[in-house]
């Protein structure tokens, strides 16, 4: 294997590092990423980084602070339930072109002020609605594990459904339910598969919480 061509001098800087990280957690997994691994697709040395970033949790902001940044901002001129909409899903086609921020922003949810700016978004839409408060603050808290949760569902899913050991393991253990145990379970099998992602599945539990706001709106 050729050795990593070293970073020129005077070369490195914090977008270059942050560029490369999210190259290596894209390309390993987040789980799989360090600083000296970094370091050494860098070609410095590990003390070189701190000179950037204070530790593993300070670039981890700042990786998911370069992702949040990517998000459109929120369209004018259209109702509050469509910037709501466009809002939530600019977010899960952000986390699904890049998996690895389903982990950042799980691992540490209030950090990074990107994902600030994004909540600034939100909420401001729902206070220009008219909604108090608790509701706005309730609302955007609703939504935003909503699409998280959703989102890294999907991710995993998708994961499992290109692993031909996990298309196994997965069809045995729908094989092996017994229908007088799990009746309903085993007539929706086909439905239930048709859930674990997708854009009109998303959709669907978007409109049922945006239907539940405007109901008690």
């Known amino acids: 294997m050729p050795a ?10 914090s977008e270059l590092i942050v560029r490369t990280a999210l190259d290596l957690m894209e390309g390993q997994g987040s789980d799989a990423f360090s600083l000296r691994g970094l370091a050494a697709e860098l070609g410095v040395g590990p003390m070189a980084l701190y000179t950037y970033f204070r530790n593993k949790d300070d670039l981890y902001d700042a990786v998911r ?19 709501v909409r466009a809002v939530c899903r600019g977010l899960r086609a952000l986390m699904l072109q890049h998996p690895c921020l389903a982990q950042l922003l799980a691992g540490r949810p209030l950090s990074g002020h990107e994902t600030a700016r994004v909540a600034e978004d939100l909420l401001g839409v729902l206070r220009s609605a008219g909604f108090d408060a608790q509701t ?4 955007h808290t609703t939504l935003f594990t909503y699409v998280l949760g959703a989102t890294s569902w999907e991710i995993q ?6 692993d031909p050991q996990e298309r196994r393991r997965l069809r045995a253990t729908i094989e092996s339910l017994s229908p007088t145990e799990f009746p309903t379970v085993v007539e929706l099998t086909p439905e239930l ?10 959709d669907y539990g978007l409109d049922l919480l945006l239907a539940g706001l405007q109901a008690g709106g």
């Open 4 to 13: 990593k061509t070293r970073t020129p001098r005077n070369t490195l800087s």
């Open 65 to 83: 602070d370069h992702l949040m940044g990517l998000i459109p901002p929120v369209p004018e001129g259209v109702a509050w339930p469509d910037q």
């Open 136 to 139: 706005a603050a309730r609302t």
């Open 157 to 162: 899913m998708a994961a499992e459904r290109q």
């Open 193 to 202: 598969s048709r859930t674990t992602g997708g854009d009109e599945q998303f």
